[in-house]
């Protein structure tokens, strides 16, 4: 379960010591590892995609693991903060601080739209109508050529130098851009820290652990579901954003179903409901696709067995299984 | 505050340590990677085609052409004794994967030069990334919008046919032969749509009637219930504009409707690859175009000369149109880098531009203003009997040849002149 719930169990001996130290500094600790990540990666363009794609199973997350309702639409939420972003610079030729706010407030707008409209169903049915509702979207961009290009992706998300603080950076220089992106990404570990460690990040799991009991204490369950997935957008929409400027195309395939069944994936891999699983998903996913298919063009092959293996072994997710090893 | 305390983790109790041993062997296995690092000398030619998925077959056939454009250049003594070097990487048919791979095909492996793709979308994502690294990126796929100014790039080139020539060259043989009314079954996405202005563009200088236009998403399994409102038209001429497996159910289906006994089916582009999966029953009689055909090796002896060497390569197999594209995409950059005698990206410009070629099917060149390869189209038609061996499939009914004046003006895309 959530280090956050945890954080509060009384554990006493040495051997729980650190973990409750690393729970407490647990945005620190993501930070330092996204500091010396692209060290240890094949190419800084993968090593900027998982950074991206942790980011977007964070948010994906939030509603998932925290606030336990299964999302088949965080594509929506993705995509249209990579959208939104890449019109305000080939359309509007918006600065890029200002394009990323527009991807961020376009993930918050969509989560809002189609949370107000899905967030009084549950289960499976939470599920279908948020699958749907990211349909819509994606036909809506796919019919808008004139400003999303459709079919043939949005191209010309071209930013060159970052002008920051009278400082030119070169942002075509790879490891520059992974330091630029992780910036962003850091401070979203911080912000998602933050929020699960709030009185509201608690109000979230107990939405979750029982929903009668928080209705019960007092807590607006409806409203809660409602923040936390716009929360969630946020999260998502900064991630769109961020791949838009890496890879300075938004193809329209960010917007596909596979998107967010690939979320649903990462955060399994990685373990539900924990801090860092979603990072570690989205490295061991994109790491083993990546270095598998340069191999064998049979890759697909190779990488389904290994999540089988994943499945089997580690039935909480690779870093839900190591902390609940770890804590014995 | 009430939280609730759940036990956590207690499914995970009896797993053994080996399994995240292997876990670490699985983590540890980037670092290996990063050490293999190429010989520093070699001219490395970047290859994103999209080896897994619906066009798999295509590009492996692209990966096989142009590594015999490598070791030709290669055996020749490359570049003063400087060889070249392939490095292929799969893009799976998906622009975002395409612009990664390419930025490490760009940032990692410092190719100088990018060659592949096969889909209109991966092109100008591959395209988008390769023209602000100043890179020279060569495509081999079809796509219309990468010819135009918005996405022009002085490093950008186009090997390939573009949809506006290919159903041009169609258009022009079919019309005055089949008939004037023309009934329309497109796959509904860029490729099929910029497939079918390009036969009512055509069509207007021979006063065709437009009977209606049904469209299908991308990977229709069934057209049954299309295929009797076509006929129902009444058409001369059904122009299918789709590609790979939608293209041969289509066709497999239209046979079983009797479609053909009383309408000529047109395509504006018939894939080898796709005839030898459906067989020839279903292709039998359908007219199109390619870029590409093996049996005009009687005509030139540049196709004879790439054949005789793809067959000796590779086990006395024949090339395929796509994979012609990639033995052109490939070789055009080599012979340029020879005749600039350097790698360095102006000068081979200069060279692609000054270029008049003929490697694999006659007279060839790169127009100026938007670096489209000029070329002849080939109008084919699908047979079933008299077949000389299992790649005889096709009849070349006739060849438009290289004129500029079967391209989009280079004002209608936007260039200065």
């Not at chain 1, 040495?14 to 010396?36: C, N, P, Q, S, V």
């Not at chain 2, 066709?251 to 053909?260: E, N, R, S, Y």
């Amino acid at each position: 379960m959530s280090e956050a719930t945890e954080s509060i169990r009384q554990s006493p001996g040495a051997a729980a010591g650190w973990y409750e130290f690393a729970t407490k500094h647990r945005a620190g600790i993501a930070a330092l590892a996204i500091l010396i990540f692209p060290l240890v990666m094949p190419f800084t363009a993968l090593a900027v995609n998982i950074l991206i794609y942790g980011l977007y199973a964070l948010g994906f997350n939030l509603v998932f693991g925290y606030l336990g309702l299964l999302s088949f639409g965080h594509a929506a939420l993705l995509g249209t903060g990579a959208y939104l972003c890449g019109i305000a610079i080939v359309h509007f030729a918006w600065p890029w601080y200002a394009a990323i706010a527009a991807g961020v407030f376009g993930g918050l707008l969509i989560a809002l739209l189609i949370g107000v409209i899905a967030i009084r169903t549950r289960g499976i049915y939470f599920a279908m109508v948020t699958m749907a509702l990211s349909q819509c979207v994606y036909y809506l961009f796919y019919q808008a050529v004139d400003w999303t290009g459709g079919e043939n992706g949005l191209r010309g998300i071209n930013i060159r130098t970052i002008d920051l603080f009278g400082l030119q950076i070169d942002f075509l220089e790879p490891i520059v851009r992974y330091y630029v992106i992780a910036a962003f990404v850091i401070a979203a570990f911080f912000v998602m820290s933050r929020i699960l460690a709030s009185p509201f990040g608690a109000v979230i799991e107990a939405v979750r652990e029982n929903e009668m009991r928080a209705r019960a204490s007092g807590y607006d369950v409806i409203l809660t579901r409602l923040l936390t997935f716009v929360l969630s957008g946020g999260f998502c929409g900064l991630a769109g954003a961020l791949q838009a400027l890496h890879l300075s195309i938004v193809p329209i395939e960010i917007l596909h179903y596979e998107t967010s069944g690939l979320v649903v994936m990462i955060a399994l891999l990685g373990g539900m409901g924990t801090f860092f699983g979603p990072m570690i998903g989205a490295a061991v996913f994109l790491v083993l696709e990546n270095l598998v298919s340069v191999w064998t063009v049979h890759w697909q092959l190779i990488v389904g067995a290994i999540f089988i293996a994943c499945v089997l072994f580690f039935p909480a997710g690779i870093w839900g299984t190591l902390i609940a090893r770890g804590r014995r | 505050m009430t939280k609730k305390v759940t036990e956590g983790g207690a499914v995970s109790r009896r797993r053994l340590l080996t399994t995240a041993s292997a876990g670490a062997v699985l983590a540890a296995s980037p670092f290996r990677i990063n050490l293999l690092q190429a010989e520093e000398a070699t001219i490395k030619i970047g290859f994103p085609v999209p080896l897994t998925g619906p066009y798999g077959a295509e590009a492996q056939d692209q990966v096989r052409a142009g590594q015999l454009a490598v070791a030709q250049f290669n055996d020749a003594g490359g570049l003063n004794g400087r060889k070249a070097e392939l490095v292929v990487r799969d893009d799976k048919l998906n622009p975002g994967e395409a612009a990664t791979r390419t930025l490490e095909l760009v940032e990692k492996e410092k190719v100088n030069f990018v060659v592949g793709s096969l889909s209109a979308a991966v092109q100008l994502a591959i395209n988008n990334v390769t023209k602000e690294r100043g890179i020279i990126f060569n495509s081999i796929s079809q796509s219309d919008a990468i010819n135009e100014a918005a996405d022009f790039s002085k490093y950008t080139f186009h090997e390939a046919l573009n949809p506006h020539m290919t159903s041009g060259a169609v258009g022009r043989y079919a019309f005055p032969k089949f008939g004037k009314k023309v009934a329309f079954l497109t796959a509904d996405y860029a490729y099929g749509h910029e497939m079918v202005r390009g036969f009512l563009e055509v069509g207007k200088e021979f006063n065709i009637e437009n009977l209606g236009d049904i469209r299908h998403p991308l990977g229709t399994t069934d057209f049954s219930i299309l295929l009797p409102r076509l006929q129902a038209l009444k058409p001369d001429i059904l122009c299918i504009s789709n590609f790979g497996r939608d293209q041969q159910i289509v066709l497999k289906q239209a046979t079983d409707f009797g479609v053909k006994k009383s309408i000529q089916i047109i395509a504006p582009l018939l894939s080898h690859a796709s005839r030898v999966a459906a067989g020839a029953q279903a292709f039998d009689g359908v007219v199109g175009g390619c870029s590409f055909y093996w049996g005009i090796e009687d005509k030139f002896a540049s196709t004879k000369a790439f054949n005789d060497a793809f067959r000796k390569m590779y086990d006395g197999k024949l090339p395929t149109d796509y994979g012609a594209l990639g033995y052109g995409g490939v070789r055009t950059v080599l012979e340029a880098v020879k005749i600039a005698g350097t790698v360095e990206t102006d000068k081979v410009i200069t060279a692609l531009e000054a270029l008049k070629y003929d490697y694999y099917k006659g007279p060839q060149y790169y127009r100026k203003c938007d670096h489209q390869s000029v070329q002849s189209v080939l109008v084919i038609k699908s047979k079933s009997k008299d077949m000389k061996n299992e790649s005889d499939v096709f009849e070349v009914l006739s060849t438009e040849e290289p004129s500029e004046k079967n391209l989009r003006s280079c004002e209608a895309l936007g260039h200065k002149s």
